[in-house]
C-alpha cells in the first residue's frame, strides 16, 4: 500500500492516463501497469505507443506551461491544455516522496514511469502511537 493523499494519487493517475490518451493516435495502445520494486517501490507505468516524444521534449515535458507539439493532439475541437498537467503530476508524485520519469517506449511511444515508496518505507505516524 502506498501512504499518502488518496485525492491526489488519483489525480496523478488520472493526469497521466488523460495525456496519453490526448497524444495518442486512434488505433494505438495506451498501457497501465503497477509493479512492486526492490520490495520497498511501487512503479506506475502509463505507456503508449504514439509518436513518443523528441529528446528536448522529454527533456522539458515536467516543466509548468511547456506543452509539446500541439500536432501530437487527438483533440479535434482545437483546444489544447495549458501545459501544468504533467508539472503537476511532478510535484504531487514530489510531495508523496516519489520520482517520475519518462522513457522511450521500445517500438515507439513513451513511457511515464511515477515510482512512490510503499507504507512499510514511509516513516507512518500511526504505527508509532
Known sequence: MVYGDDARLR?????????AITHTPSGATVTL???????DLAVVEVAD???????EQAE???ER???ADVARTRRTDGA?????????VAA???????SVEVVETPGGGATFRVRLPLS??????LRRA
Open 11 to 19: 489525480q496523478i493517475l488520472g493526469n497521466l492516463m488523460t495525456n
Open 33 to 39: 501497469r503497477l509493479r512492486r520494486e526492490r520490495g
Open 49 to 55: 505507443t504514439g509518436p513518443g516524444l523528441s529528446p
Open 60 to 62: 522539458r515535458v515536467f
Open 65 to 67: 506551461f511547456y506543452r
Open 80 to 88: 489544447t491544455g495549458a501545459g501544468l498537467g504533467l508539472a503537476i
Open 92 to 98: 504531487l508524485v514530489a510531495a508523496h516522496r516519489g
Open 120 to 125: 512499510s518505507a514511509v516513516d507512518d505516524p
